[in-house]
């Protein structure tokens, strides 16, 4: 079968312009070249941000015909608005932690509703989340050996998690959590710069006991979107940060390594970095 030349074969589950802010040598958009960890096989190298993470006609829907690229050209639409937003905030920032009380992150209520669908967005689109689909498959699977559970393949799969997509059910729902709750700026002063991953956008179990998994709405949970090697959100319940737009300093190389612990645990294959991975391959370990 014969491709149509405007067809988008290798699709990135995360934007090229969320992926650019953590080059080597800073933001140069497409051009921008990153480190890589493949906790699969181990491998350390560099690449540009072209050229993963992506997967072949990954959010196709064969059963569209000529349309069947719809949910690809959206993510191309709203790429370019996620791209202004994310300069548009790094350029507010202010590193200098002397300068905190002048350098407080004034964004507007606009901004705020928009980068919190560009987040929850984020975590739709991703391997992890069709993944998420085969697990609750197998827990049914697992839990109820004598129901009547359908036998799902791979294109099953595919149709589950482009139906979740197009129907913003998931997307509203963590959009709407996350632009009710508050919002803090972790600034990285150390030399271990905050990573990344093919998952970037994560919820954080805080429980000090981790029985059963965490509903999303509980005050324990908080969620994680690193946007750069020196900035980073983090997102609050209210009920245990009273006020929004703060920002939190960190001074110390474990508390950098914790969060990209976090960003670990979340990954599906690929970490990213703008400092070599070769270097670093025992943290890595450590933290698996």
């Not at 049914?140 to 595919?158: H, M, N, S, V």
């Not at 969620?223 to 300093?249: G, H, T």
């Amino acid at each position: 079968m014969a491709t149509n030349e405007n067809e988008v074969i290798r699709q990135h589950t995360v934007p090229v312009c969320y992926l650019a802010n953590f080059g080597i040598n800073g933001n140069q958009s497409r051009d921008s070249v990153v480190y890589f960890y493949n906790i699969q096989d181990g491998k350390a190298d560099q690449s540009g941000v072209e050229s993963f993470p992506v997967e072949k006609y990954f959010y196709d829907i064969e059963s569209l015909g000529e349309h069947k690229q719809i949910i690809e050209k959206m993510f191309s639409e709203i790429e370019g608005e996620l791209s202004t937003l994310l300069k548009e905030l790094l350029d507010l920032i202010v590193i200098d932690p002397k300068d905190r009380e002048s350098s407080i992150v004034q964004i507007s209520t606009e901004q705020k509703n928009t980068l919190s669908a560009q987040i929850a967005m984020q975590a739709a689109r991703t391997r992890a989340f069709r993944d998420y689909f085969k697990s609750v498959h197998q827990q049914l699977k697992d839990g109820l050996p004598f129901a009547d559970i359908p036998r799902y393949e791979k294109a099953d799969f595919q149709r589950l998690h482009t139906t979740e997509i197009l129907s913003f059910g998931m997307s509203n729902f963590y959009a709407n959590l996350f632009d009710d709750r508050h919002w803090v700026f972790l600034i990285n002063h150390t030399d271990t710069p905050f990573l990344t991953s093919d998952n970037p956008a994560i919820m954080i179990d805080n429980r000090k006991e981790k029985n059963g998994p965490i509903s999303p709405v509980s005050d324990e949970a908080t969620f994680y979107f690193p946007i750069s090697p020196i900035v980073a959100i983090e997102i609050y319940d209210k009920k245990v940060l009273k006020n929004d737009l703060r920002y939190f300093d960190i001074h110390q190389d474990k508390n950098v390594r914790w969060y990209n612990g976090q960003i670990l645990k979340n990954c599906t294959r690929f970490l990213f970095s703008n400092k070599d991975f070769k270097s670093a391959k025992s943290e890595v370990a450590s933290n698996e």
